[in-house]
């Protein structure tokens, strides 16, 4: 059965806030300076997802971290909101009121200026009155924001569009009432033109376009959380006592026992104690099929029994749990930022300002050049609305929230971005042989009978034998006789022979199982088959009766049914896989053929495969490694991008990039192509961010934007920012 991998605690303290009011990533970008001019504060801010995680590690309080955050003019919580909280919602009364108004206004501005003959006394006060809650109501979040920068000596993305909105609706007024005479009719493309029209269908569309766009924004982002938001629902509220209580999941301690029954979900990470049950494990791994778990199996919080009914000792509760691990590692990745990313944030922090400035110089040059107040005036509106930055913010951001929830429900945790560059290069994929190609676990695999001896009567008298052995060869023989027969005898006189095999009395058949010097008697066809066994790296041991060797049983660490699949899809990517291991070049060579691995490196001693990833890594490769034991977790370490599978220690866990905690193979090329998406997204996004302004601002400034088509085309790159961030929700395993 998978696990997940439990999180190191760190040294330093950490705390993570809400943060509410930012607009761009300038805003993300003051807040994380303001926190991190804090001594013994290192602090790292998402916009996309209004976090800041702060890692403390000197004796600042809570609390004074929420002052800093308010003094640079934007609200703090320690609280996190409630999975069901929408900040949707405000913004969708306030956009509803503003597409009601926008329309008419629209309809009777392009009227009254195509027509002035349908214009009737007080016409103004009638457009005035419709535009009026749009560019104070709706848009006042806006400039509130606007304002409480300035206050600050700063500016935004708000700062840009409250300007521009006010601007709009005081030149308006301004022209409706004292130049009339300058709307001479012009037709439907008046409104389109970059001069000529009436400002307050400007004012009015700019502010629906920012909170269509900003609406848009915060359905996709709380879709891009789903996936974590189902994470952390997992957990059910309440939990029923052995003694029939029932008390609150967050009143569990480690030692209760607490009851699940059919259709009820594990309420924390524990040990069966009584009972038997199969357990649907897809929610945490990704597994399709049940596994069944008895007295003494680890069970995991958020499963679901399906069948049976079980009493559970809890071992891990709260924040040390695995499901808490899990979204913490989501969280953890989702807060990762790319060096282009960073590029991003410190570019925004100086472009608003750099926008003011550009805007100004727009309206001089036009004065200058000779162009009316208006035209100048058009130019310098389209520049402020054109250049806000909000795609750049949520370019990489988006990208991380979509694919770390995405690949939580795969079984694919992305540590950070540093991972998803790692993907792009990786040409060698190096497989830890035991435990991550093959299952960890002897296993029978052959039985060869001398003639005249059946191999039923083989296993049930070598299976009642070994049952009584604690060796791992007797296990696995015991297990198939076991799976296949049911029970088994009870052996008497038992006695170990270490280093040899055993003896003991089967239903009145004096029988041993071992090396073939325990026998007096060992037929050469046996013997032959023994020797051809041992050649493939299999263990092979003889079975009989008073001293005559009658079966010869082979036992391999069975490689897993997904290694083969798995193997051949990154053979597919274009990458070359080794095979490293410690074990004898003949098992290794044997175990390669079968999944189809090309280059074998056995015999290595735990401490030397690091040197072994240091040698490929000198002849030009770019290597992951993929591991799960604490003697891989140096190779991890060592490699470019390392992968530890989830059925590994902590210690593999926490030295690699991806963790993987599906119990199938197939989830390396699953992960290598998830994060190689994640990265095109993120790229694509970037691309179309920066380009988007550097080709748009210019044509404002040349007076060639009106600013209405202006607003709706900032609003659009946003959204198509998220868009393309969320196509990623749609991302399924590769299968040929």
């Not at 301690?253 to 524990?270: K, L, N």
């Not at 929830?405 to 950070?416: E, N, Y």
Request: overall charge neutral; hydrophobic content about 50%.
């Amino acid at each position: 059965m998978s696990t997940i991998p439990t999180l190191e605690r760190p040294a330093e303290r950490e705390v993570e806030l809400s943060v509410s009011g930012m607009t761009c990533a300038a805003c993300a970008t003051r807040v994380e300076r303001k926190l991190n001019k804090l001594d013994g504060v290192r602090a790292s801010v998402n916009f996309a997802t209004a976090r800041a995680n702060v890692a403390i590690s000197s004796g600042i309080d809570d609390a004074k971290l929420l002052e800093t955050v308010q003094q640079a003019g934007y609200g703090a919580d320690t609280v996190r909101p409630e999975p069901g909280d929408d900040p949707g919602r405000a913004l969708w009364r306030r956009l509803l009121v503003s597409v009601l108004l926008f329309v008419p206004l629209c309809d009777l501005s392009l009227l009254f200026t195509a027509q002035p003959a349908t214009r009737f006394p007080g016409w103004q006060w009638v457009l005035v009155a419709l535009a009026a809650p749009v560019v104070l109501w709706a848009a006042f979040p806006l400039h509130r924001t606007a304002v409480k920068n300035a206050r600050h000596g700063m500016s935004s993305m708000d700062t840009l569009v409250s300007i521009g909105i006010t601007a709009s609706a005081v030149w308006s007024a301004y022209a409706m009432f004292f130049q009339d005479d300058r709307f001479d009719g012009g037709g439907f493309w008046q409104l389109l033109r970059a001069d000529g029209a009436i400002y307050l269908e400007v004012a009015a569309g700019v502010t629906t376009f920012v909170l269509a766009g900003r609406y848009f924004e915060a359905r996709a982002q709380r879709r891009a959380g789903d996936a974590l938001r189902a994470l952390a629902g997992l957990r059910p509220k309440t939990v029923v006592l052995d003694d029939g209580s029932e008390v609150d999941v967050d009143e569990l301690r480690a030692g209760s026992r607490f009851v699940v029954r059919p259709g009820e979900t594990v309420a924390t990470d524990g040990v069966v104690r009584e009972g038997r049950a199969d357990l649907d494990c897809g929610a945490m791994t990704g597994e399709s099929l049940p596994v069944a778990v008895a007295a003494g199996d680890e069970v995991t919080g958020a499963t679901v029994v399906l069948t049976g009914r079980l009493v559970v000792e809890a071992t891990r509760v709260g924040r040390e749990t695995r499901l808490a691990a899990m979204v913490r590692l989501v969280e953890q990745a989702q807060s990762g930022k790319a060096a282009v990313q960073r590029l991003a944030d410190r570019v925004s922090a100086w472009f608003v300002p750099a926008v003011l400035v550009l805007s100004v110089s727009t309206l001089v040059a036009w004065l200058l050049a000779g162009g009316s107040g208006e035209r100048a005036f058009t130019a310098a509106l389209a520049v402020l609305v054109i250049a806000c930055p909000c795609a750049l913010g949520l370019a990489t951001p988006t990208a991380l929230m979509v694919a770390s929830g995405r690949g939580a429900l795969l079984g694919i945790f992305i540590k950070g971005y540093s991972a998803l560059e790692s993907t792009k290069a990786i040409d060698t994929v190096v497989l830890d042989k035991t435990g991550t190609v093959t299952e960890g676990r002897m296993s029978l695999v052959d039985v060869e009978c001398a003639p005249g001896t059946g191999r039923e009567s083989v296993l049930r008298l070598a299976g009642a034998l070994e049952d009584a052995s604690e060796h791992a060869v007797g296990r696995a023989v015991a297990s198939r006789a076991r799976e296949e027969l049911g029970e088994l005898s009870t052996v008497e006189d038992f006695r170990n022979l270490p280093g040899m095999g055993a003896v003991g009395v089967v239903d009145g058949h004096d029988v041993l199982v071992g090396r073939a010097a325990l026998f007096e008697d060992v037929p050469d066809s046996l013997d032959a088959r023994r020797r051809e066994w041992e050649r493939q790296g299999r263990t092979a041991v003889l079975f009989g009766e008073a001293g005559r060797a009658v079966a010869v049983l082979a036992l391999a660490d069975v490689v897993k049914p997904s290694a083969a699949t798995a193997v051949g899809e990154l053979h597919r990517l274009g990458l070359r896989t080794v095979l490293l291991t410690g074990d004898n070049a003949a098992t290794a060579e044997a175990v390669a053929a079968e999944i189809g691995v090309s280059e074998v490196i056995a015999e290595v001693l735990p401490d030397d495969k690091v040197a072994v990833v240091r040698r490929l890594r000198e002849q030009g490769r770019v290597v992951a490694v993929v591991g799960d034991g604490v003697n891989d977790a140096p190779a991890l370490a060592a490699a470019d991008l390392g992968l530890a599978v989830g059925t590994g220690t902590d210690v593999a866990i926490n030295a690699a990039d991806l963790i993987l905690v599906r119990d199938e193979l197939t989830v390396v090329p699953d992960a290598i192509r998830l994060a190689r998406a994640t990265l095109r997204t993120i790229r694509g996004n970037l691309l179309w961010a920066f380009g988007y302004n550097l080709a748009a601002i210019p044509l404002a400034a040349l007076g060639l934007l009106n600013p209405l088509i202006a607003g709706g085309a900032m609003a659009l790159s946003s959204f198509f920012v998220v868009s393309n961030s969320l196509r990623l929700r749609r991302y399924r395993p590769h299968r040929r």
